[in-house]
């Protein structure tokens, strides 16, 4: 029998699930100020356990996460993680990009000066560029922080599928109201997360997604970044 999800291609998709999901993506952003209270546990496990949905190479499902669960316990990593920031140097599991050129750069660059143009932080001052950079690392004041991880023998493919994870986490969250922060900045200091909270040798720090409830009063969350058009990403054959 087939799945009650199966649409037959000659039939009309379910009403409103396209509209959905685009209405899910469009309003999801990174939210990088969020407020204190704490989200309830039963919602946390509703966006694992949608998460836990996403398909993997092989049905491998590599990734694992470390949450916490408890304000107390990402304030004493907060704490920790940024004391150890401000002065260690970066060393992640998986090589960060060598250079951003061209139209990457220029991504990137548009991204970030919207982010300094919005929390006041002009052009040239390398103080207030800190500041905000280690904002990363303060979680931006999120009530819970998750670190995905993924197993190093399974190599980029098992990255890969972290990634889409990740986007099934986001979304699952954005449909129950919770903002999101997906932080590669904090695999930058992946022996020091391994550490923390006593992941295994073999695992690799991915990402972190810090997550609550958006302080939408805050400057930092008051733009929104761009996407390139169809024509710029799509080659037709």
């Known amino acids: 029998m087939p799945s009650p999800l199966t649409t037959h291609p000659d039939s009309a998709p379910p009403a409103g699930r396209f509209t959905a999901l685009e209405s899910l993506l469009a309003d999801r952003h990174t939210c990088r100020a969020f407020r204190p209270d704490p989200v309830p546990h039963a919602t946390i496990e509703q966006i694992l356990r949608v998460a836990q949905l ?9 990734w694992q996460l ?7 316990a990402t304030d ?54 800190l500041r905000q950079m280690l904002r990363n690392f303060e979680l931006f004041d999120a009530p819970h922080v998750a670190i995905v991880t993924t197993e190093s023998d399974l190599g980029p493919y098992g990255a890969v599928d972290c990634g889409l994870y ?48 958006s302080d939408e009063d805050h400057a930092a969350n008051s733009f929104r970044t761009t996407r390139a058009d169809l024509g710029s990403v799509v080659h037709w054959h």
Do not use: M
Request: overall charge neutral; charged content about 20%; glycine content about 6%.
């Open 166 to 213: 990740l986007t099934s986490f986001l979304l699952a969250a954005q449909s129950l109201g919770v903002a999101t922060a997906p932080q590669a900045a904090l695999a930058t200091y992946s022996p020091f997360i391994r550490e923390w909270f006593d992941i295994p040798a073999e695992r690799q720090v991915v990402a972190g997604i810090s997550f609550g409830y």
């Open 76 to 129: 004493r990593f907060r704490k920790a993680l940024l004391d150890y920031a401000s002065s260690a140097a970066p060393e992640s599991d998986i090589p960060f990009p060598a250079a951003y050129t061209g139209v990457f750069r220029d991504r990137r660059k548009e991204c970030g000066a919207a982010l300094y143009t919005a929390v006041g932080v002009p052009r040239g001052d390398h103080a207030g560029s």
């Open 66 to 72: 470390h949450v916490t669960a408890e304000p107390d």
């Open 54 to 62: 996403t398909p993997s190479w092989c049905n491998t499902q590599p």
